[in-house]
């Protein structure tokens, strides 16, 4: 074997273990690029609880300790998608004063000949304004079982934050929107009644009729 064999011999060696080096890496990046868009799911939605972006109102253990002498119009809006309810707010609109905690309603019924399971998504229009609207209480993301026929009255308690009249673009701002979507959610076994809390289910019969 002649000298320049022998020399190149270690670089011929060489080449598959920088290729496996480099492929490892690559598979190394794309894991961790899936990692993180399964991460970004959750992180995505703690940002907007925190932010309100996206119209993601804040929710809040305490009521305002501030009205301010000017009134804003507070409309409701309700939406299904897939859950075969009558869902609609007691009132479609409300005046209230700018920091003046007031509760609204909400009241759903299942139209269907089997017990039906929803859970509640909501948003708030302008997008911008979804920091600054504030829920003491809520039925969202509470997964609530309605028997045939039944009813359940959906109470919302909010307040608009003062701080609102301090943003350029919303300080004008004379009507927000508070739209809730219901969504189906799947059972294998019917849920044995339950309070109706934030992240705890609710069943109701279709005897019984829930109030707020």
Sequence with gaps: MSEATKEAQPAVLRKPRSNGMIAGM??????????????????YAMFCQITGYGGTTQRVE?????????????????????????FKPVAREIKIKIGETTQAQYKA????????????????????????????????????????GASI?????????????????LKDIKTITLSYTFFPLE?????????????????VNSDVKAGG
């Excluded at 690559?26 to 992180?43: D, E, N, Q, R, S």
């Excluded at 059972?187 to 069943?203: I, S, W």
């Design 26 to 43: 690559c598979l190394a990046f794309v894991g961790g690029m899936v990692g993180m868009a399964y991460a970004a799911v959750p992180l």
């Design 62 to 86: 305490q009521y305002s300790d501030r009205v301010l002498d000017r009134e804003i119009t507070v409309r409701f809006d309700a939406n299904t998608a897939g859950v075969p309810w009558d």
């Design 109 to 148: 019924t299942n139209l269907f000949d089997q017990p039906t399971s929803g859970r509640a998504t909501f948003n708030v229009t302008p997008e911008l304004a979804g920091a600054y609207f504030n829920k003491v209480e809520c039925f969202c993301f509470t997964d609530t079982t309605l028997e045939p």
């Design 153 to 169: 009255d959906m109470p919302v308690v909010f307040y608009v934050d003062p701080d609102i009249v301090n943003v350029p673009e």
């Design 187 to 203: 059972r294998e076994k019917p849920v044995a009644a339950a309070p109706k809390v934030d992240g705890e289910t609710t069943t």
